[in-house]
């Protein structure tokens, strides 16, 4: 059975994707932890990170990386957090969002009901400046 994830990917549910291409997409957590909380997740299901074949985790990171520098450029915090837990979906995903402090890895502290508007907002913000990084190619439309 398809997880979650992959009913994402497959567009059987919607998803805020910043980033798309034949390996891994990014998209917004719907249950985010901080503004532009991305989930870069393999198009590939593997449920722990280290059975992912050769290759695709370095990338995943590589592009877990280049979103973290554009949330780093856009909501300025002190850091930007890098998480990959799994007990949420059986389907490897890094988690990358702004954090101003410990609390920002609290999974209990995750917004339930974010604003729809300040989604769309921070995925269009995200997606610009991905494209202004030079990362076009990679950056769906929405």
């Known amino acids: 059975m398809a997880t979650v994830f992959t009913k994402i990917i497959n567009g059987d549910i919607p998803g805020r ?52 520098t554009v949330v780093r450029d856009v909501w300025q915090p002190p850091r930007v957090a890098l998480m990959i837990a799994g007990f949420e979906v059986p389907h490897l995903h890094v988690h990358v969002h702004p954090a101003w402090g410990l609390e920002a890895f609290d999974f209990s502290r995750a917004a339930t009901d974010p604003d729809p508007d300040e989604m769309d907002d921070a995925a269009r913000r995200l997606r610009e400046g991905l494209t202004d990084a030079g990362h076009g190619a990679s950056v769906p439309a929405s």
């Open 17 to 68: 994707f910043v980033w798309a291409d034949d390996q891994v997409v990014g998209f917004l957590s719907i249950n985010p932890l901080g503004p532009g909380h991305t989930l870069v997740v393999p198009r590939v299901e593997v449920d722990q990170w280290i059975d992912a074949p050769t290759g695709l985790f370095e990338h995943a990171m590589s592009v877990a990386r280049t979103i973290g």
